[in-house]
């Protein structure tokens, strides 16, 4: 049984890859570039895409890496 989760997450892993859902640090890349522009207390993450027409895991992806890039930048902006 263990295998037959293993490949599923991996299928929905590359599914995710393919469907351009993003990393936290790609997040915090795009965050950190906006301050060169915005005032980072200024600054709101979100999304610039309609997420009706994606899978769920997809959307819930995504969702999930712009919370922890949002995170991780606000991070690097405590620290200074």
């Known amino acids: ?12 892993r ?6 351009g859902v993003g990393r936290d640090d790609d997040v915090a890349a ?3 570039a906006a301050s060169r522009f915005v005032a980072p ?10 997420m009706a027409p994606l ?3 997809v959307a819930a992806g995504k969702l999930r890496a712009l ?3 949002a995170a991780l930048y606000r991070e690097e902006i405590a620290a200074g």
């Open 55 to 57: 899978p769920r895991d």
């Open 30 to 32: 795009t965050l950190r």
């Open 41 to 50: 207390e200024r600054m709101i993450a979100c999304t610039n895409c309609g």
């Open 14 to 19: 590359n599914r995710r890859e393919q469907e």
């Open 67 to 69: 919370g922890a890039g």
């Open 1 to 12: 049984m263990a295998l037959a989760s293993e490949a599923h997450a991996g299928r929905q």
